[in-house]
């Protein structure tokens, strides 16, 4: 069985930082593992993502600079380092892994990846 576990989540102040992880397990082949967040009463939305065997990393702009994505292939785990937070990166944030190669640039669509975590909630004060 395929699960994806976040941790990190908190209430932190603006500026702040933050480090969410997702453990993967029940995985036996991935091509990426990232990261989407959803706003309340807005569409989920692509943050970042790492491609599990070269470890090409791919951002948001709106987070580009300040969150890095990385991965350790040992533990099947895929973090996201969040520095300088501002209260507009209030969201659930999601762990999502796709399976099989994908087309160039369709990491940004979240429809293409196979596996979801539960979510983990990150909130910003200002």
């Known amino acids: 069985q395929v699960q994806l576990v976040e941790s990190g989540g908190a209430l932190v102040q603006a500026g702040g930082s933050l480090r969410l992880s997702c453990t993967a397990s029940?995985?036996?082949?991935?091509?990426?593992l990232g990261w989407f967040r959803q706003a309340p009463g807005k569409e989920r939305a692509f943050v970042a993502t790492v491609m599990w065997d070269d470890g090409t990393t791919y951002y948001a702009d709106s987070v580009k600079g300040r969150f890095t994505i990385s991965r350790d292939k040992a533990k099947n785990m895929v973090s996201l380092q969040m520095n300088s937070l501002k209260p507009e990166d209030t969201a659930v944030y999601f762990c999502?892994?796709?399976?099989?190669?994908?087309?160039?640039?369709?990491?940004?669509?979240?429809?293409?990846?196979?596996?979801w975590g539960q979510g983990t909630q990150v909130t910003v004060s200002s």
């Open positions: 029940g995985i036996t082949r991935v091509t990426a």
């Open positions: 999502a892994g796709r399976k099989n190669p994908m087309f160039p640039n369709s990491y940004m669509n979240d429809y293409v990846y196979d596996y």
